[in-house]
């Protein structure tokens, strides 16, 4: 594949390596003493060595309880025309007399090509063996996060209230049981070697699912969600990788949860403000930074400037934070305008000749109907932040949508 591959400071990637080396060691043997004194220690029943829960594939049962229950999905529209649920696509409509009600025709297709030996040879034409390194090492730190989503989203069924809104989260667990074991597809069809988890993706899930209650709305929809739709915005132009705009359209949907829970069920001004819940929240989103220092070579691989695609995605987390009530130590305008310092300060000491710009203001999605779905999303932008472009493609109903 031609890219255009950005220089990357190699004393400072290796210096980045080593310290997640270190760090990962400690948190690891820390969290196994504690398992072992009953004290606590890592909260996921989840091996990333493995890229597995614990128990292993158990693809057998998978195939005969999570595929076929998706096969034969029903839905409403369609077994009660006289009700108020219209839940099938123009799709689902056409294939409905052969009853495949699961799956789009596009996702069906998908799915499909993604287990081909056609698919493989597609990956292996387009890209060289480190561009496909660069992208399983890219996607698979938000694959190991959807495993994550997984638990988190299923937690939160016991903290939701209603019925309408505990229905909208179980939807989020059937997406993210679907997230994780296609995406996994996805990344093991490159046949490149897929990494564990990296000590920052795991201090940031850990937390996420240790937070109490909804602030785990914050963690997941909010911080985790908002870097997948970054990162499946990146990619969603690359050969092959056209699956990723469906994800992209699933997590521009849970990013909108909060928001419409919290209309009907608001915080207290105490949840909102509250000197430590902001704290909380900051410590929470910390271990993203090293994340993307550590993830700067392979994105450069691909022509994505790590700091540009920091920048869009602390953009977008700041205003959904703010929309949904989840207040940060400062306004969104002042944060932002600290990370963007940091940022060029980093840039000065490990790029040469680096002029001060402003990080906050790029995005790195350059998909059509990627952007068509952020414009709506993020088009009221902090501090007059420009947003991706109104693509030349028809519009596409986006779920959160007000």
């Not at 614990?54 to 009700?83: F, Q, T, V």
């Not at 795991?202 to 970054?230: H, Q, W």
């Amino acid at each position: 594949m031609d890219v255009d591959e950005l220089p990357v400071n190699r004393k400072a990637a290796t210096i980045n390596r080593a310290i997640e080396e270190t760090v990962n060691r400690a948190v690891r043997t820390r969290d196994r003493v504690l398992r072992k004194l009953g004290l606590g220690g890592r909260a996921a029943d989840y091996d990333d060595l493995h890229y597995e829960f614990i128990g292993g594939a158990n693809d057998e049962m998978r195939r005969k309880h999570y595929d076929k229950s998706l096969r034969l999905l029903w839905k409403a529209e369609a077994a009660a025309p006289w009700s108020s649920f219209r839940d099938l696509g123009a799709a689902e409509r056409a294939i409905h007399d052969m009853a495949e009600q699961s799956l789009s025709a596009t996702e069906k297709q998908a799915r499909a090509r993604v287990t081909s030996a056609d698919f493989r040879a597609e990956l292996d034409r387009h890209y060289t063996p480190r561009q496909k390194q660069a992208i399983v090492n890219v996607l698979s730190a938000i694959g190991h996060g959807e495993a994550y989503a997984w638990l988190v989203s299923a937690a939160n069924l016991r903290d939701v209230q209603s019925s309408g809104a505990k229905a909208a989260v179980t939807m989020q667990v059937l997406e993210e049981a679907k997230h994780f074991v296609v995406l996994r597809e996805v990344v093991q069809a490159f046949g490149v070697p897929v990494p564990r988890q990296s000590a920052w993706e795991y201090l940031l899930l850990e937390g996420v699912l240790r937070a109490d209650g909804l602030e785990k709305f914050y963690g997941m929809n909010v911080l985790v969600e908002t870097i997948a739709l970054s990162i499946f915005g990146a990619l969603a132009h690359l050969p092959g990788l056209e699956i990723l705009r469906l994800f992209h359209l699933d997590e521009a949907r849970h990013t909108a949860l909060p928001q419409n829970y919290f209309k009907d069920f608001p915080m207290t001004r105490r949840q909102q403000l509250g000197r430590g819940a902001r704290r909380r929240r900051l410590r929470m989103a910390l271990p993203t930074l090293p994340l993307i220092l550590l993830l700067e070579e392979d994105l450069a691989v691909l022509g994505i400037d790590a700091f540009e695609f920091a920048g869009s995605v602390l953009r977008k987390v700041v205003l959904l934070s703010e929309r949904a009530g989840f207040m940060l130590p400062a306004p969104g305008p002042v944060m932002l305008g600290r990370f963007n310092a940091l940022f060029n300060l980093y840039c000065r000491l490990t790029r040469p000749g680096h002029q001060a710009r402003d990080f906050m203001a790029a995005d790195t999605s350059k998909d059509e109907v990627v952007a068509q779905v952020e414009q709506e999303i993020f088009a009221a932008a902090p501090n007059g932040h420009r947003h991706a472009k109104r693509a030349s493609t028809p519009r596409r109903e986006v779920a959160g949508s007000r």
